[in-house]
């Protein structure tokens, strides 16, 4: 079966609130010389897979009272138009009482209205058109599975998931899709909720006692996902998720009202979002604008507390604490690259911890330790180990991949003991590839399993001022009942209002002869060719390769260039043998990126907040006015 989307703009990412005073409201003409004859058109409908670039060229006019509309006056013949009958949609107010026997009535296909499709995906009607060759079409909101094989998303049964269309920017916008009405086998009740997962499922409230009771056609919507990067119609991965933006419903786009479970509860299926974000974080570690609080001249002031787990020589804590955060610990099991961030971080006291991760989160999974008061942050940052997933680890050790991927394996474990509001992960660019998808998939799982929000895209960091083509998959997630911040915008490139590119020269030309790490300098075989030093320099690694050397040809860079190069500032102690500073270096998230990401989030985490107080502040004004 073959259909096509139209994208319309909306207030956030899969706003499911109604819709008629967005796009759709009252009825729509689509005009013959603006595109082909409705035959034509029915043409197409059948002829391109699952296109969500094929647009439908509607003129919008608002009418609520007439049924249909033809405005003859901007047509030669009437036969060269088609009548959308468009009816608005309002939000439901539903009571859902799982109790009731399954219908397998007549099938109805009216606005408001939940269908399962012949290919097994699903549509929330939002209209009925009708074509002027008298062909009939559905349009609405449409959802598949959660096990899904391209959404990278756990399996939950009768778990569905509204796509999305995001841009480049990961900005999103409602895809409705629009299919044959012959396409529709069944009615369906789908509720969207955003209550969390372990509060209210199907398994746990709705399914039959016996197993030999037919499944009830009732299915929950909690998350919506960007359709962008990758195709949906194979049964195999059709390509890299370079991008994506899967995004946890919040308290405006759930539906209204109640479901009795089958043991006779009243489960609310929309409930505010300080309660979910209370239900995961606790009563206690839920103070908006900052959870760390401090005096300054006699004003109270609120910092968002930070922690950073696989901390490494501290490149995305410099960042982090340039950018205004409140840092409360680090650990890392490298014990050269926790002596350099000792160093660097000594006097912030903060707890800076050699261990591995394992022992970490089961210290901090210990109720009422100190360990589990210090690892409840505002923002986490994570970077896994990335030598499983590294494209240049071409000889791997086994042993050491074994050991690395049981790291990765406890994010899910860290998300539990620091419940972070907002966490970050850095992590090679080839974990998107195709035949590392299980992996990936895993990761994404990781924070779904949670109730997180999640968004990812492979960035260029040159276009964040670091002088290197350094690509690596940025990760941003936002946790129960908490809005997902927008991606940081680029300030460096070559568009209106960007500053210029860096170059290898801007970092390393003002380092002075007598700086720190300067003289450790890697050796070279013999002399190369010269170069500009206007150009990026190729990816920092963890050992100087065969283009990493002195623009001038006669020399490697020294460790101090390569940290540079690493946006590290020239007075950064680095702690060990050369060979050890390499690989701290080359490891490190460059703390220019790291500090202009975390400005950027917390600028939007404060601003979530005083929205946040704002309103609960007039909703007390108005009770004591009532």
């Not at 340039?322 to 002596?339: I, N």
């Amino acid at each position: 079966m073959d259909w096509f989307t139209d994208p319309v703009a909306s207030r956030g990412a899969g706003d499911l609130s109604s819709l008629q005073s967005q796009q759709l409201a009252g009825d729509q003409v689509l005009r013959h010389n603006q595109r082909q004859t409705a035959q034509s058109e029915s043409q197409k409908l059948c002829s391109d897979p699952y296109r969500n670039d094929e647009k439908l060229a509607i003129s919008t006019t608002v009418n609520d009272n007439d049924d249909e509309l033809i405005t003859l006056d901007e047509a030669n013949d009437v036969n060269d138009l088609m009548v959308i009958k468009v009816q608005p949609v309002p939000k439901p107010t539903v009571v859902v009482d799982a109790r009731d026997p399954t219908s397998n009535g007549a099938l109805v296909l009216k606005p408001g209205c939940g269908v399962e499709l012949e290919d097994h995906s699903f549509l929330t009607i939002t209209e009925t058109i009708t074509s002027s060759s008298s062909t009939r079409y559905i349009r609405g909101h449409r959802l598949l599975l959660q096990n899904h094989c391209e959404l990278l998303m756990p399996e939950r049964h009768h778990e569905l998931v509204q796509l999305v269309n995001i841009d480049k920017e990961l900005n999103t916008e409602v895809a409705l899709w629009t299919v044959p009405i012959d396409a529709a086998v069944r009615n369906c009740k789908i509720i969207y909720t955003n209550q969390q997962y372990e509060e209210l499922n199907y398994q746990k409230d709705i399914q039959p006692g016996s197993s030999d009771e037919d499944d009830k056609h009732i299915y929950f919507c909690r998350y919506t996902s960007g359709h962008t990067n990758v195709g949906i119609d194979g049964h195999k991965p059709s390509g890299p998720p370079k991008t994506g933006r899967i995004e946890h419903l919040r308290s405006h786009q759930a539906d209204g009202g109640t479901l009795i479970t089958r043991g006779g509860q009243h489960i609310q299926l929309r409930i505010p979002d300080a309660q979910v974000r209370k239900q995961w974080r606790g009563e206690v570690d839920c103070v908006l604008g900052g959870s760390h609080v401090e005096q300054y001249d006699g004003m109270e002031m609120k910092r968002y507390t930070f922690g950073d787990a696989f901390a490494g020589a501290g490149g995305t804590s410099w960042g982090a604490r340039a950018a205004g955060l409140k840092m409360k610990f680090a650990f890392d099991l490298d014990p050269w690259a926790v002596q350099t961030y000792q160093q660097n971080f000594g006097l912030t006291g903060m707890q800076i911890l050699q261990m591995d991760v394992h022992d970490f989160v089961k210290k901090a999974a210990l109720a009422g330790s100190d360990m589990a008061k210090t690892c409840l942050v505002d923002i986490l940052h994570m970077s896994p180990p990335c030598q499983p997933f590294c494209g240049a680890n071409r000889r791997p050790n086994l042993a050491d991949n074994e050991r690395n991927l049981g790291a990765f394996g406890r994010v899910a474990d860290l998300l539990d003991v620091c419940k972070p509001r907002i966490a970050t992960l850095e992590e090679s660019k080839s974990i998107t590839d195709v035949d590392k998808r299980k992996h990936f998939t895993e990761l994404i799982g990781f924070f779904i399993q949670k109730g997180y929000s999640v968004q990812w895209k492979v960035l260029d960091l040159e276009c964040w001022g670091v002088p290197q083509t350094r690509k690596r998959v940025i990760l941003i997630a936002s946790g129960p009942g908490e809005k997902l911040p927008t991606l940081l915008k680029p300030t460096h490139g070559r568009g209106p209002g960007l500053e210029k590119l860096p170059g290898i020269g801007t970092a390393i030309r003002n380092i002075p002869d007598n700086a720190l790490h300067h003289d450790e300098i890697p050796r070279m075989e013999g002399p190369k060719p010269g170069y500009d030093d206007d150009r990026l320099c190729p990816t920092i690694m963890t050992k100087a390769k065969a283009k990493h050397y002195h623009p001038d040809g006669h020399r490697r860079f020294s460790v101090r260039e390569h940290a540079a190069l690493q946006t590290f500032p020239h007075f950064f102690v680095f702690c060990g043998p050369t060979v050890e500073k390499m690989k701290q270096v080359g490891n490190a998230v460059p703390p220019v990126f790291s500090e202009k990401m975390f400005r950027d989030l917390t600028q939007q985490l404060l601003a979530f907040d005083l929205a946040e107080l704002a309103e609960l502040s007039r909703a007390a004004n108005g009770s004591k006015d009532w």
